[in-house]
């Protein structure tokens, strides 16, 4: 294993609450000393202009629409991933590297100041899903599902004493997070993300053909079903509930229509791998990141299609013999929304508070984590979106609800953006809540009109 | 104030980097080159500044990889790789594909942009160096 490890030096401490990109301007710095004044200078100044405190910023730095406002609740909490949020609006976090050994943070406003201080820590597995549901708090690392009791305050009551529902679940490498969501019957819904762009023969290479009848499907690519209450269950008693689903990380229950809506994070490199069908610019914009409503024996159609948003049809992959035209087997499910190509959407919440307006009523917002495969062009993405929701089904375009995360304007390299929003969980008083894994900073957004 | 200030040091900072650009990268056709064989074939995945993307791909920044052994090096990008590397505690999980079918001097060429780059200093990366490395498979 030891050999499996690669280091970097680290420059940056001193200078760690500055821009990122700054790193960089370190290490090359090395040789050339007549730059160091205008650097040290620039430092100075430019950190200067960031010694205001955070809360200090208008809205946490983010835009909202009217009548909204945004402050940052903890900072600095580690790789924040999904959020659960108790009846008293206590907060748990789940997150991707553990910090002190545990991977699952309890916040709390003690003083009642609006900040949130950690006030234990526990599980040692990292992870991203966690839910909360009929007295236990569910939460994943990347091959199992814990369940935790809650007491009536929903406080985790043995926090070193989980029950391990799920086990064996697959995890090799790529789209290894397991996100998950409980319905009103104890049913837990779990994904298993596909650990491959596009089942080829060699994954993200050039031309390299897609596997026949990809096996990846079999125990990967889609979503599990499970109980809520029997313990080290897996495949054999799990149900395969919906498949050809490349990656999903956000994902809810939705009450109005009493069905699981997950968001699919859609494939990468069509112009890397297929450089003569698809350009540089298409392959930034395409395919969509697909919003869809799984019932149970559902197929999306990965890695034998995409969505492509723009011509609005259901497109074979050059995988498996597709050129950008062809149309695929229609059998393939139809998204609910189709988003902006490689966006990322980490977070689902169904909104059923009554703080927000009543557009945003069953609506959906939508964490997009960001992008980073619409390279050489700008990154998209980085921001909350909403979609509104009229009996189970979108009521009108989505939208750009919360932006302003990543800090900068423009984003080349995903390393500029200084925030990244994943997570998502209402509050008892309707507030959104929204988590980022770069910084460690939970945003509450509140509607104050 | 604030702002004035900030952009002030931006200014500062940008016009740093910029005259640093021009003394890192010599004119050498190599480096220039190097570049745009960068830009198409690298840069979607460890992305504009080297910096690669979080738990995906890895940094090209001071990696024992990029500085160290080339035939090491040269071999990544002729065969690939596929296993998790970590680097400082951060798991990187995607995996890099063979790039076989750009040239030696292709190789050659992005590759010592890449140790001369991003804060990488090293030495540069001959074709007939990849040719060698070609040959043993």
């Given amino acids: ?449 | 104030m604030k702002k004035l200030i900030f952009i002030l040091g931006f200014l500062l900072y940008v016009g740093s980097t910029n005259a640093q650009f021009k003394k890192g990268s010599p004119s050498s056709p190599s480096l220039l080159k190097g570049k745009a064989v960068y830009t198409q074939y690298c840069l979607p995945c460890h992305q504009a500044d080297g910096g690669g993307v979080m738990n995906m791909n890895p940094p090209l920044i001071e990696t024992t990889y990029v500085l160290g052994d080339k035939t090491q090096l040269i071999n990544i990008l002729l065969k690939g790789l596929n296993k998790p590397i970590v680097i400082d505690g951060d798991k990187y999980t995607n995996p890099m594909p063979a790039v076989s079918h750009l040239s030696d001097q292709q190789i050659s060429d992005v590759l010592t942009y890449v140790r001369n780059s991003f804060g990488n200093k090293a030495s540069a990366v001959s074709a007939a160096e990849v040719k060698a490395v070609r040959a043993k498979k």
Wanted: proline letters at 5%.
């Fill in chain 1, 1 to 449: 294993m030891i050999f499996d490890l690669l280091y970097i030096k680290k420059f940056t401490s001193v200078f760690k609450p500055l821009y990122v990109h700054l790193d960089l301007n370190l290490f090359e710095m090395k040789k050339p000393n007549y730059k160091i004044f205008s650097l040290i200078a620039a430092v100075i100044l430019m950190s200067y202009s960031f010694t205001d405190r955070k809360d200090d910023i208008e809205n946490a730095g983010l835009t909202l629409p009217a009548g909204f406002s945004a402050a940052t609740i903890s900072e600095n909490i580690g790789r924040a991933r999904h959020i659960a949020i108790n009846k008293n609006g206590e907060v748990y976090v789940r997150l991707a590297k553990l910090v002190d050994g545990k991977g699952t943070l309890f916040l709390t406003d003690d003083d009642k100041d609006g900040k949130f201080e950690v006030k234990f820590s526990f599980g040692d597995f990292s992870g991203t899903g966690i839910y909360i549901k009929n007295g236990y708090l569910y939460a994943s690392s990347n091959e199992e599902v814990f369940r935790f009791k809650l007491d009536k305050e929903e406080r985790v009551i043995d926090p070193n004493n989980p029950e391990k529902i799920i086990t064996g679940l697959i995890a090799k490498n790529q789209h290894e997070t397991k996100s998950l969501v409980v319905d009103n019957q104890d049913n837990v819904y779990v994904n298993i993300g596909a650990y491959s762009n596009s089942c080829q023969v060699k994954d993200r290479s050039l031309e390299s053909p897609g596997m026949v009848g990809c096996p990846i499907l079999d125990s990967a690519g889609g979503i599990w079903k499970f109980k809520a209450d029997k313990l080290n269950q897996s495949y054999n008693n799990g149900e395969h509930y919906a498949t050809g689903l490349r990656n999903v990380v956000g994902l809810d229950w939705n009450n109005a229509t009493n069905s699981l809506f997950v968001m699919q994070h859609g494939r990468d490199n069509l112009n890397s791998s297929w450089p003569k069908l698809y350009t540089e610019k298409q392959s930034a914009d395409l395919p969509a990141e697909c919003l869809y409503q799984i019932k149970k024996g559902d197929n999306a159609g990965w890695p034998y299609m995409y969505y492509d948003q723009i011509q609005k049809k259901k497109i074979l992959a050059p995988e498996y013999g597709g050129d950008g035209k062809k149309e695929a087997d229609s059998k393939f499910i139809n998204p609910t929304v189709a988003f902006p190509g490689h966006m990322a959407p980490n977070g689902l919440l169904f909104y059923t508070g009554n703080q927000f307006p009543e557009k945003y009523k069953n609506g959906a917002f939508i964490a997009f984590h960001g992008s980073w495969n619409r390279s050489p062009l700008p990154q998209e993405g980085y921001y909350v979106a909403f979609v509104p929701f009229k009996d189970g089904k979108p009521s009108g375009d989505w939208e750009v609800f919360a932006k302003g995360f990543a800090g900068v304007e423009v984003i080349n390299s995903t390393r500029q953006a200084q925030h990244r929003p994943c997570g998502l969980a209402q509050g008892p008083d309707g507030s959104l809540f929204v988590t980022d894994d770069v910084k460690g900073s939970v945003y509450k957004i509140s509607y104050n009109q």
